[in-house]
């Protein structure tokens, strides 16, 4: 069997990368009859018209290309794919603040952008060969609607993302090809920060050392992270950890997140900022009265961040690395993973890893079915993914702030949340959200994923509500035949 990633080493040597799926970058320029190409040609931040004039009608060969086929949207955040001017930049970095980052302003959408500027970092290079995912765009997706959660319809996918959520891209994939990308306000080589969509990575790497036996769910979380033994944690299980039901008064939603005085905020200026510790800010974690543990899911980065820590006692290497050597060097990534970390240097696997779209895609196609369009092995094992799938508690997530999200994002009421994903259904499908626009769907029934990155304010009453995670399932349904 001939893998994708000796598949691109023969492309490498005959100069044919990038074509599988469509056109090469070469004959995507000169054809000009693909879907998207003015797009793709603006986007990439070429002009073939002066490459052309010096050696006549033929474009030079680039080896490794992106075969990127994306649909044209004209929209008010395309100005973000043009170089910004001095005098702005300048201006962002002096005025960079939690806060401002937190604003939804065009300050915002270049922090997003550009986040390991404000952050130390590290980077997770890829070890070389790239997966060429095919594409077999279908551009009926624009017309996906919905019912919505109020009885009325969604607005169209197209009309969604050039509206008030500010939607910078968005990828889908079905049996392993890219069937739906556009970039309204980034370029397909940009990197964004992926939020909280990034926790799947925090439970991934936790679930493959329990199927490991290396991890058991039902131990006090102090096992695995012993700075935090003789405190409110003593009483909370990694499951409930996993599950984010730790019954700890330390609950992330919107509307704290921007109250400086929440514990919530605290805990992010201590863990971005340094204003404070935050290993000590979860040491000094206080009981909710009246709940137990594994009783409510409250949502909180606090927990994920926990389970940085458990992986990284468990397996002796920093979480970076870790991640690196089970999970992105397995997918045939184009391009590195850029990590901010702590100020003491603890990756912020709980929201903080920078990528492309096309990347994120790929780490998103490893819950599906068609996983070999990334991988050479399986990632991500049927057991690992049923337990990942099954882990949550359909009666901790009922009531919770996390379902009235949901059931507006989706027009109808997810059935649980589990293993550090916001929403699940029972046919399997899971949706993690990110703040400030982000989310990544995926639905191992109908081998289907998806990812999306944006910049829209929290409050609802200025960005509107997030209609894409139920264009991303409505989309699955249509392609998979119900």
Known sequence: MTTDRTRTERQADDGTAGATGG???????????????????????????AAMAAGGATMPRIVGAPAIEPLVLDGPMAKWKQPLSLDFVQGAN?????ANWQSGSDDSVYYNLNLPAFFKS????????????????????????????????????????????????????HKGKVVFETYPGMNPTNIHATMSTAKTTASLLAAMLWEEGKLD??????????????????????????????????????????????WIAKFFTAAFEGKGDWRQLNKEAKPIPGERPGQHFRYS?????????????ISGLPWD????????????????????LTPDGTPLGAGLLNVTPEDWLRYALLYTPSWRAVAERQVIS???LKRIQTLGDPKAYAGTTEEGYGTRWFGVRPDYNT????????????????????????????????????????????????????????????????
């Open 321 to 340: 690395e870790y991640f690196n050597q089970r999970v992105w060097s397995k997918i045939g990534a184009r391009n590195p993973c850029l990590i901010c």
């Open 23 to 49: 056109v090469d970058r070469r004959k995507f320029i000169a054809a000009g009859a693909s879907l998207g190409t003015a797009a793709g040609i603006a986007a990439l931040g070429l002009d073939p018209e």
């Open 382 to 384: 049927d057991r690992l």
């Open 94 to 98: 002096a005025r960079y603040s939690f």
């Open 217 to 262: 769910l039902d131990k006090p979380v102090p096992t695995y992270v012993p700075e935090l033994k003789g405190t409110a944690w003593d009483a909370v299980t990694m499951t409930h950890a996993m599950n984010m039901a730790s019954g700890l008064d330390i609950e992330e939603t919107f509307e704290n997140l921007v109250n400086p005085d929440s």
């Open 419 to 482: 293993a550090q994903w916001d929403h699940a259904f029972h046919d399997g499908a899971l949706f993690k959200h990110g703040n400030m626009g982000q989310g990544i769907y995926v639905d191992p029934a109908r081998d289907f994923a998806g990812v999306y990155f944006g910049l829209a304010p929290n409050q609802e009453d200025l960005s509107g509500i997030d209609h894409a995670p139920g264009h991303l399932r409505a989309a699955a349904k249509i392609l998979a035949g119900g």
């Open 122 to 173: 590290k980077a997770v290079i890829p070890p070389g060969g790239i997966s060429v995912l095919e594409r077999a765009i279908r551009p009926d997706l624009l017309d996906v609607a919905f019912k919505a959660h109020d009885g009325g319809v969604a607005p169209p996918l197209k009309t969604y993302l050039v509206g008030p959520r500010q939607v910078q891209a968005m990828m889908m994939a």
């Open 301 to 313: 980065s606090a927990i994920t961040m926990v389970l940085v820590l458990a992986v990284e006692n």
